[in-house]
């Protein structure tokens, strides 16, 4: 079955703070597709970033960045130089054969400035 | 190109009662994903339709229904309405192939009194 598990419920940091947010991730299929995304206080989901299981490369777009490992299955993001807009609730999010999309509980951030 | 949409917005209904929130996909998109998230049990897959077929379904009771149109545009509809459906109700669609990203509308919340 797949599963994420997203262990950080809440994390609170100061502006400017670098912050990474876990995902793990458990699937048997060798095929999957990883997604983040960002729940701000208005309640729509903002796709991040979409990642494929044979493509580990990390990336890397403006202050967020992505780093895939296949060997511990953890698709963690990171943040830099945190700002208040930040703050959201991020998901991690699995997708593999003709199962849906299957969620993480989410990652409540709060920047406080 | 216009994002997800759905309607409406906001909703309050009473027990017994019954409700139906309608979903417009981005144009081009043939899949919509319906979810139900609730601060207790966060977000939980609904149903999934392509071409106006139920791809997969989550474990709901079936009270909870939905169908998709030839214009890919899906509704969903709940019958007799327990507290326990208050919830924001998230519609997503994606392109065909499988591990698309899904793109959210801005979610119907629903509170039943």
């Known amino acids: 079955a797949q599963k994420v598990t997203q262990a950080q419920t809440e994390i609170s940091v100061v502006e400017k703070e670098d912050v990474t947010l876990d995902c793990v991730y458990e699937?048997?299929?060798?095929?999957?597709?990883l997604f983040w995304y960002k729940q701000p206080p208005s309640g729509e989901l903002v796709f991040l970033i979409r990642?494929?299981?044979?493509?580990?490369q990390n990336e890397i777009s403006g202050r967020y960045s992505w780093n895939f490992q296949k060997s511990t299955s953890s698709f963690n993001f990171t943040i830099t130089a945190s700002q208040v807009v930040d703050s959201a609730v991020y998901f991690c999010?699995?997708?593999?054969?003709?199962?849906?999309?299957?969620f993480g509980k989410g990652t409540r951030l709060s920047v406080i400035a | 190109k216009a994002g997800v949409t759905q309607t409406p917005r906001y909703l309050i209904k009473t027990r017994g009662q019954q409700v139906t929130l309608s979903c417009s996909p981005i144009?081009?998109?043939?899949?919509v994903s319906w979810y139900q998230q609730t601060p207790g049990q966060g977000l939980q897959f609904l149903f999934e339709?392509?071409?106006?077929?139920?791809?997969n379904k989550g474990n709901f009771p079936g009270r909870f229904s939905g169908r998709q149109f030839s214009n890919s545009r899906s509704e969903m509809n709940v019958s007799t309405l327990e507290l326990g459906d208050s919830a924001l109700y998230l519609c997503?669609?994606?392109?065909?192939?499988?591990?698309?990203?899904?793109?959210f509308g801005p979610g119907t919340r629903l509170t039943v009194l």
């Open positions: 997503a669609s994606s392109l065909v192939l499988a591990g698309e990203a899904q793109y």
């Open positions: 699937t048997r299929d060798t095929t999957y597709y």
């Open positions: 990642r494929n299981s044979f493509d580990e």
């Open positions: 999010a699995l997708h593999s054969g003709n199962t849906p999309l299957v």
């Open positions: 144009s081009g998109h043939r899949s």
């Open positions: 339709y392509f071409s106006e077929t139920q791809r």
